[in-house]
């Protein structure tokens, strides 16, 4: 678990990324998980937009993908999420 505090310095971090993933109208499938979890273990914090034709919102698609990969959620705002994972091998952030 993370604190509020590290929270907050997490979304300062996400403020400047650009959503680099998208869930679609397939929804939160095997594939994209998979291709989440090297997300996360390469870059530790990502930002992910939810479309409107997704079968899920965002708020549910933040719940689902934290329980799969085992990351914090850190926020969600409107169709945006962002989640981040410690990285096993390499850690980049210090929070």
């Known amino acids: 678990m993370i604190t509020s505090k590290q929270r907050a310095a997490l979304r300062s971090m996400a403020n400047t990324l650009q959503p680099l993933y998208q869930i679609g109208k397939e929804g ?25 034709t997704a079968d899920v919102t965002a708020k549910e698609a933040i719940e689902i993908l ?11 705002i409107g169709r945006k999420i962002v989640l981040y994972r410690r990285s096993k091998d390499k850690p980049k952030i210090e929070i």
Request: net charge negative; with cysteine; hydrophobic share 45%.
């Open 66 to 76: 934290a329980g799969r990969l085992h990351a914090e959620p850190v926020q969600c």
């Open 28 to 52: 939160v499938t095997p594939a994209v998980t998979a291709q989440l979890d090297d997300a996360l273990e390469a870059r530790e914090l990502i930002k992910i937009s939810v479309l409107e």
